[in-house]
């Protein structure tokens, strides 16, 4: 009886403990050609751009957060008995700025909002030295879509004075594109700034 409730006590103790269930599998036929793709997606989104043209860059990191009890949640998976929690997870916003000129610069984060809730708490002032690369900032944390492919971010910065108001558009990234960018030999980040100009 005793080993019998120490058992218990383990599975409860296993089954107890959240995990990540963040990924997502999206399979698509093609009615036209007959075929059918599958894509597995990560927990991660991703965007870049030069929020300032010429002064300063940015890439924009969403990690989709989302715990839930492994058995439980296969269980109420397979039965259909997901619920309406199920749609919604946490998300982190991080963002790396990147001075892309040989002046210091002074970046203040005075906003960014995803669907008009904000996402910063309070003004953030960055100081960047010239050619300075990454430096991290984390913007802060929202509700966002369990199942989305693509999150946005409207993000506004004061530098040197001026305003400047840029739409962030952060693709969920594909464990395929994850292991271009950053497996071994991998290409890194699409930063724009470091693409030839034609």
């Known amino acids: 009886m005793r080993s019998l409730m120490l058992l218990l006590l383990a599975l409860l103790c296993v089954t107890g403990t959240a995990c990540s269930r963040a990924t997502m599998v999206e399979t698509r036929w093609d009615g036209r050609t007959g075929q059918t793709t599958t894509r597995r997606f990560s927990m991660y989104f991703e965007a870049a751009a030069e929020i300032v043209p010429g002064t300063v860059g940015a890439h924009l990191i969403v990690d989709l957060e989302k715990r839930e009890v492994p058995i439980l949640y296969d269980l109420q998976q397979a039965l259909g008995l997901l619920g309406p929690g199920d749609l919604e997870a946490g998300g982190l916003f991080t963002m790396y ?13 005075t906003s960014a ?3 008009g809730r904000p996402v910063l708490a309070a003004p953030v002032t960055v100081a960047l030295v010239p050619r300075d690369w990454k430096r991290r900032v984390v913007l802060g944390r929202t509700v966002i879509g369990s199942y989305d492919t693509r999150e ?15 739409r962030l558009v952060a693709e969920r990234q594909t464990f395929d594109a994850l292991e271009r960018k950053y497996g071994r030999g991998g290409t890194g980040p699409d930063l724009p700034w470091l693409k030839p100009r034609s």
Request: charged share 30%; hydrophobic share 35%; glycine share 4%.
């Open 152 to 166: 946005e971010l409207d993000l506004t910065v004061t530098v040197a004075g001026r305003r400047y108001t840029t």
């Open 97 to 109: 700025l990147f001075n892309l000129t040989d002046r210091p610069q002074e970046v203040e984060i």
């Open 113 to 115: 909002t995803r669907w």
